[in-house]
């Protein structure tokens, strides 16, 4: 979340200094895990969204993360858009990677759900290496964090 907040301020910096924003009341707002955009209209939100995205991957965030709401009418003939931020693994997607480690067949390595997070353990590295190429190679909506793996 600090490198969000960090590649949010950046954006919101660039904003005030570009010209093409200027007399646009584009804005750039971090609340929680939502970004909130706002914008004169639809092709400056887009662009609004392109300074923001260039930022948080110059920033090795994930696009992947981001869910990206509706642009919705605002005030005086404005626009908005929020994107929220997801944060772990919901309980569908953990079924699925316990399910896919349980199938490759490992000895020792068993794997379960504590909240949003897949803990995987096991004895050997190489298996657990093994478990983690397979959990790449996975289609998650979402990015994959590896942590608290033994060296």
Request: charged share 35%.
């Amino acid at each position: 979340m600090q490198e969000v907040r960090n590649a949010v301020d950046q954006a919101s910096r660039e904003v005030g200094t570009r010209f093409d924003f200027k007399d646009t009341g584009s804005t750039i707002e971090l609340s929680g895990h939502e970004i909130a955009l706002h914008s004169a209209t639809e092709d400056r939100l887009r662009a609004l969204v392109q300074v923001v995205e260039e930022k948080l991957v110059k920033r090795q965030v994930s696009l992947k993360a981001m869910e990206k709401g509706k642009v919705e009418e605002a005030s005086k003939g404005t626009v908005r858009q929020t994107i929220t931020l997801n944060a772990g693994i919901d309980s569908d997607k953990a079924r699925a990677i316990n399910k896919k480690i349980k199938e490759m067949g490992l000895k020792g390595v068993s794997s379960q759900t504590q909240g949003d997070q897949v803990r995987v353990t096991g004895k050997k590295r190489d298996d657990l290496q093994a478990a983690m190429a397979v959990i790449r190679k996975l289609d998650l909506d979402r990015p994959v964090q590896f942590v608290n793996f033994r060296d």
